[in-house]
């Protein structure tokens, strides 16, 4: 079992910046993949971006622009999120998943980020 709790969003200007974290706490450390899933009001949640084994993978709307990283230490995920446009605003979802989890996947709560034009 893993529990995910995101924190880091709010509102911002258009072209501001905002950094999210996410903790992971369970039964293992290290987990394989972790990434960032946004969904918008009436519309389906969209990968935002991936870590896996050092390798990140974004989304063409956030390349450039987004940053996800990871502290195995302390079994965290960020998503250093730069030049926000206001189609950026969406609840933010961290994600994990892991072989020694049957590759189930894992969400937080949501994080709710909001940009203003």
């Known amino acids: 079992q893993v529990q995910l709790v995101e924190s880091g969003g709010g509102l911002v200007q258009a072209g501001g910046s905002l950094r999210l974290s996410c903790v992971a706490s369970?039964?293992?450390?290290?987990?394989?993949?972790m990434g960032w899933y946004r969904q918008a009001p009436g519309k389906q949640r969209e990968l935002v971006a991936v870590?896996?084994?050092?390798?990140?993978t974004y989304a063409d709307a956030v390349k450039g622009r987004f940053t996800i990283s990871r502290d195995n230490a302390k079994n965290t995920v960020y998503l250093q999120m730069n030049s926000l446009k206001p189609e950026d605003t969406a609840v933010f979802y961290c994600n994990a998943n892991d072989p020694r989890l049957g590759w189930r996947d894992y969400w937080g709560q949501g994080t709710q980020v909001t940009v203003s034009s």
């Open positions: 369970g039964s293992i450390r290290s987990i394989n993949v």
């Open positions: 870590i896996r084994a050092g390798t990140a």
